[in-house]
């Protein structure tokens, strides 16, 4: 009896061995899940807040609380969302009420849809929000502060619109070409000069061909293609400027000023070519 009541002993120690063993992996691997969570929170470059089904806060990481300056003493884990929109509201960051914020937020919350939105700050500064719901309730929403970029977005409208004006107003024709010897832009003055049409001159055609389709259309007298195209590949090679006098059926005579010319462009070597009537 002494020696199986022993063994018995034994036997139950090694079960409650195992159980404890199994539940300290669980919980480290817990933990190491949570850890490496956190990171990935911490580390993302746009902000991120979740709620949970009351909307409650649950986590959001340091880029959330940058991004509408809010006082990470006050938004903590437990904060109604409504609180986080009247914080703003008292801090001078969001541009309306608190109700009115959340008016325009819920639906997207009960809607329980993915969602994208944007909202403009009392700064000026425009926010993208990415609402995403969860299966168990609540949602995840990210933000991005697309300030810089939509103002860059304008610049490079008016930048397109600036040059569009100035090709509309050329006294002379104008044609350029890619690096690639692709033609990407050709104005409205240098159809007229040509008495062409737009299909005349399609965009994507190369220097080549356009040369090949001035002479074919009669535009201009016959010329030794190969050798034009030869002298401005070596113009453009040399980083040289040429100016060439072209003869036209009719009676006018046209010169071709710059025949080559090395242009930055975004960082493209381009040729430009410009017709003027004397």
Aim: overall charge positive; some cysteine; glycine content about 6%.
């Amino acid at each position: 009896m002494p020696v199986e009541h022993v063994k018995t002993g034994s036997a139950a120690s090694r079960r409650k061995a195992t159980r404890v063993g199994a539940a300290r992996r669980i919980a480290e691997e817990l933990r190491a899940q949570n850890e490496r969570f956190a990171a990935a929170v911490e580390n993302m470059s746009h902000g991120l807040c979740m709620f949970d089904a009351e909307e409650r806060m649950i986590i959001c990481n340091r880029n959330y609380i940058d991004v509408f300056r809010l006082d990470a003493k006050v938004v903590k884990p437990g904060i109604p969302f409504f609180d986080i929109l009247q914080h703003s509201v008292d801090i001078g960051i969001a541009s309306q009420s608190a109700e009115e914020l959340y008016a325009i937020r819920k639906p997207y919350i009960d809607g329980a849809k993915p969602s994208t939105y944007e909202e403009t700050l009392a700064d000026g500064r425009i926010i993208v929000i990415s609402h995403r719901p969860l299966a168990s309730g609540g949602w995840v929403s990210i933000y991005e502060d697309v300030t810089e970029h939509r103002r860059a977005e304008e610049e490079l409208k008016e930048q397109h619109r600036r040059f569009d004006a100035a090709l509309a107003n050329m006294s002379q024709g104008l044609l350029m070409y890619s690096a690639d010897g692709r033609l990407i832009v050709r104005n409205q003055r240098f159809l007229e000069l040509c008495r062409a049409g737009a299909a005349d001159f399609p965009l994507g055609m190369t220097y080549r061909q356009t040369l090949e389709r001035l002479v074919r259309l009669g535009i201009y007298v016959p010329i030794d293609v190969d050798a034009a195209v030869a002298r401005t590949e070596a113009s453009l090679k040399a980083g040289e400027t040429r100016s060439t006098y072209r003869a036209y059926r009719w009676p006018h005579t046209f010169r071709r000023a710059p025949a080559a010319r090395r242009r930055r462009l975004g960082g493209d070597l381009r040729r430009c070519h410009r017709a003027s009537p004397y």
